[in-house]
């Protein structure tokens, strides 16, 4: 592809582009266009991100400054990585300043006319082949643009020829190529004049203004002629063109100029100035009105400037220094006094206020300031303003005049090696500006990565064995590193500390650790000094015991020899040099009734004094178990508690036993299948509890000691137990009134089937403390009097009481045990009181196990 050239340009068309050689030999190309396209044909431009080399087929970004090539993918993750951090992004070549976001880069080619250009092996690989029409040069007027085509790097300087033009000193007319204009001269002397405007310029011919003329002049005198200099730099003069050194002066002294004025009375009180003084300001001519200036028609008229200026009699009013207040005194002559107006003056932070004279607050050498300190935080947020009295304290400054940290940060940047250089600041510090222009290596120096580098890039991976050699003599089996080896792993067999055999693939640096870390961790087993034990402790080094010498010596393990009462082992410290200590023992044991259902744990008690024992000891294992046990014998020889067997009236706890059977198992007689038992004592209850919760049946428990009673009914849930203590096993029997077990059925109402409300108000009201009332559900109650009369009594009057049934058959015959001689059941006579009777056959059962059990009457 051609371009058309226009004439007078310098360029010729030398066909393919791809000719790199004849492009170089024309010397229209630069020698760095050459080589970029060299690279770009042969596939060897290297990413300066990745490190690998841009091929022909890939997507590439360009620099503009440097005309670096770059991978499109790398270039955006580089400038993803810098936007995120909050800081502008730059070319990772020259770092220039890029102002464009991650998102916007594209792949363009190089001219920056055509996305995504298409391959062409005719053309430099990713050129459109189209004129490249940039900007030679936007510095210059220069206004042709690259007619070459669309190539990588800087284009070459324009060879066209620019319109004739005036040299810069004007003296010839030129005619240059505009690559040429900036070193334009004729070559003959400048000549122009100064801004001095009394020397002229003796350089060549060149562009851009003049130098100041540095002509010293010597034995110069200001304009007052009251100072003078031994040399004056021409160009620092404020006259210009011909002067009078000798006569006129040429320079200020800035002091008064102290010259006498055309009146003949005054001086001039300007500085120091050139040319001729001021006329007098005090001359009648320039006058015109009175001091304060109100008054325009002078009464007494002057006719020299040393008359006095009249007044008049009005208030002054002329502006103060202060700006704020007028003059207050009568017209005067000369300068106003300062303001006295008292005023409210604020310190800088606006803390702390006083009354002063308004001239006091417009003097800077009376800054009024208080002695708060400021504490605001300053921009950085890490420190504190300490300065008093703080003029950015105030919250109405604070926005517009922030506190600005004036330390510097200091901080260690991310690679480790430099220091934040900026004043302190909020957020993290930005990425280390350095640039490293050395090869980055590893440890062993086979991998390295070439520069230009960020500081603080990492070393590369190596993936090459470790070079240094290990004093074992083993291979390293790690690769390669910065820093000391890790210990060597390489397994070797080492005998354990005790002594006990050879540990295989033991790592290699045990052999240079402390023994104690090399054990096999079985038990020692070694013979303690004490001769009777052996060491419990896990395979260690010797000695086991801490004492020296042969002397048999306590280890401080547990005695653990057989003791001679029991069959249980000493519980006291190693003592070789005596017998086991005789004291009792406290090892727990169980013990059981004689049918082995129940069960409880005891101290064997075996030892100690055999004459006797301790009455308060069982005393208090009697009150813990709240059961019988066996008595001791005769002989008064001691029985440990562990050797005993609970004992309980058999008979008994089958009568118990039956009646709950017959409730679970046997037919009802109308209304819920519910017992009630006699008061008994707590002891007896908790049995009863004990065997009426092994059939599953719903316990209740009603009134007071010593007359409490179990009252036990059906549940769904009721069920017969694995094991029956009654040999009949499930047969269920007739089962007699037992008062000893029973309560008496004279004695309970039975209120089945959601009893009335007038019926339980009745109960409340008329017997509440004669009776108990227990609740079996929330449809079926019991009331249990006390007297049969009273029972009878409320099984009138109540609408819905019934009899009640219980396990048992009252038998006629053996009433009278429990009945008045007349043979009524329902008679109120005290003496057939079934709760007397039967607390009395309690009260008199329970003497004969408090008998049984009590310690002053066994040994």
């Known amino acids: 592809?051609?371009?058309?050239?226009?004439?007078?340009?310098?360029?010729?068309?030398?066909?393919?582009?791809?000719?790199?050689?004849?492009?170089?030999?024309?010397?229209?190309?630069?020698?760095r266009v050459v080589e970029i396209k060299e690279k770009l044909i042969k596939g060897t431009v290297e990413c300066m991100i990745c490190y690998d080399m841009v091929k022909q087929s890939a997507r590439i970004w360009s620099c503009s400054c440097c005309f670096s090539i770059f991978h499109l993918h790398c270039i955006r993750k580089w400038a993803g990585a810098l936007s995120a951090e909050g800081c502008n992004w730059g070319c990772p070549g020259c770092r220039s300043e890029q102002l464009m976001s991650s998102k916007d880069i594209r792949y363009l080619c190089f001219c920056g006319k055509r996305p995504d250009p298409p391959r062409d092996p005719y053309l430099t690989p990713h050129s459109c082949g189209e004129p490249c029409e940039k900007e030679i040069d936007s510095s210059s007027s220069c206004p042709h643009r690259c007619v070459l085509q669309c190539h990588p790097g800087p284009c070459p300087p324009c060879k066209a020829f620019a319109p004739p033009r005036v040299c810069p000193c004007g003296k010839k007319v030129l005619t240059l190529r505009c690559s040429d204009q900036n070193s334009v001269?004729?070559?003959q002397r400048c000549g122009k004049p100064l801004e001095c405007l009394r020397h002229y310029c003796d350089k060549i011919c060149h562009v851009g203004t003049c130098d100041s003329c540095e002509v010293l002049l010597s034995d110069a005198s200001c304009f007052c002629k009251k100072n003078t200099e031994t040399a004056v730099v021409c160009g620092e003069m404020m006259v210009k063109g011909e002067v009078n050194i000798g006569e006129d002066g040429i320079f200020s002294c800035n002091l008064p100029c102290g010259k006498p004025l055309a009146c003949g009375n005054h001086v001039c009180k300007e500085a120091c100035h050139p040319g001729v003084c001021w006329e007098c300001d005090l001359l009648p001519a320039r006058v015109k009105t009175c001091s304060c200036g109100k008054?325009?028609?002078?009464?007494?008229?002057?006719?020299?400037?040393?008359?006095?200026?009249?007044?008049c009699p009005q208030i002054c009013d002329k502006p103060l220094r202060c700006g704020l207040h007028g003059c207050k005194v009568t017209c005067h002559p000369g300068p106003c006094p300062p303001c006295q107006v008292l005023v409210t003056q604020k310190c800088r932070c606006g803390s702390t206020s006083r009354s002063v004279e308004c001239f006091n607050t417009t003097m800077e050498i009376d800054t009024f300031t208080c002695d708060k300190l400021c504490g605001h935080k300053k921009n950085c947020g890490r420190h504190r303003c300490s300065e008093k009295c703080c003029s950015f304290s105030d919250s109405n400054n604070a926005a517009a005049h922030p506190h600005f940290c004036s330390?510097?940060?200091?901080?260690?940047?991310?690679?480790g090696q430099h220091d934040c250089r900026l004043l302190c600041h909020s957020g993290h510090c930005p990425p280390c500006p350095e640039i490293i222009f050395t090869d980055l290596t590893c440890a062993c120096g086979r991998s390295s990565l070439p520069p230009p580098l960020a500081c603080g890039t990492p070393p590369p991976s190596c993936q090459h064995p470790c070079s240094i050699p290990k004093p074992c003599g083993h291979v390293s089996s790690h690769s390669c590193h910065f820093g000391d080896c890790p210990p060597c792993l390489a397994p070797i067999p080492k005998e354990c500390i005790g002594g006990h055999g050879v540990l295989r693939n033991i790592p290699c640096f045990s052999k240079d650790i402390r023994c104690k870390d090399i054990t096999c961790n079985k038990p020692c087993g070694k013979t303690r000094k004490c001769g009777m034990h052996a060491c419990l402790r896990t395979c260690h080094s010797a000695p086991c015991d801490s004492t020296i010498g042969a002397v048999k010596a306590s280890c401080g393990q547990t005695c653990r020899a057989p003791r001679r009462d029991c069959r249980h082992t000493c519980t006291s410290p190693c003592h070789p040099d005596g017998t086991c200590p005789d004291v009792t023992c406290q090892f727990p044991v169980k013990i059981t009734c004689g049918c082995g259902r129940i069960t409880t744990t005891v101290p064997c008690d075996a030892g100690g004094n055999t004459s006797g024992y301790d009455a308060d000891y069982v005393l208090d294992v009697y009150a813990i178990l709240k059961l019988p046990l066996q008595r001791v014998e005769e002989k008064g020889t001691k029985i440990p508690l562990g050797q005993r067997k609970l004992i309980r009236d058999p008979k008994w706890v089958w009568a118990v036993e039956e009646r709950c059977k017959t409730l679970v198992v046997g037919r009802g007689r109308g209304g819920v299948k519910v017992h009630v038992f006699c008061p008994m004592w707590k002891e007896k209850r908790d049995a009863v509890r004990v065997i009426a919760e092994r059939w599953n049946l719903s316990i209740s428990a009603a009134g007071r000691e010593p007359k409490g009673f179990i009252v036990v009914h059906v549940t769904p849930k009721s069920k017969a137990?694995?094991?029956?203590?009654?040999?009949?096993?499930?047969?269920?029997?007739?089962?007699?009134?037992?008062?000893?077990?029973?309560?008496?059925?004279?004695?309970?109402?039975?209120?089945?089937?959601?009893?009335?409300?007038?019926?339980v108000n009745a109960l409340v009201l008329r017997f509440g403390g004669e009776c108990e009332l227990v609740w079996l559900n929330e449809k079926n109650a019991l009331a249990v009097?006390?007297?049969?009369?009273?029972?009878a009594t409320a099984m009138r009057q109540l609408a819905h009481g019934s009899v009640y049934y219980g396990a048992t058959v009252v038998n006629t015959g053996t009433t009278s045990l429990s009945l008045s001689s007349s043979g009524n059941a329902w008679a109120s006579s005290s003496a057939a009181n079934p709760w007397k009777k039967a607390v009395v056959q309690e009260s008199s059962l329970s003497g004969v196990a408090d008998t049984e059990t009590t310690p002053t009457t066994t040994v």
């Open 1 to 31: 592809m051609s371009s058309h050239v226009p004439q007078g340009s310098g360029y010729s068309d030398n066909g393919v582009i791809g000719n790199s050689n004849t492009l170089s030999n024309t010397g229209c190309l630069p020698q």
């Open 185 to 187: 001269s004729c070559g």
């Open 721 to 759: 137990p694995g094991q029956v203590i009654s040999a009949k096993g499930l047969h269920t029997l007739t089962l007699s009134f037992d008062p000893l077990v029973d309560m008496d059925p004279k004695l309970v109402v039975a209120l089945f089937d959601q009893p009335s409300d007038a019926d």
């Open 407 to 415: 330390k510097p940060c200091e901080k260690k940047l991310r690679c």
């Open 295 to 311: 008054t325009s028609s002078l009464q007494e008229e002057r006719r020299s400037c040393l008359d006095p200026i009249p007044t």
């Open 785 to 791: 009097f006390s007297d049969p009369a009273r029972a």
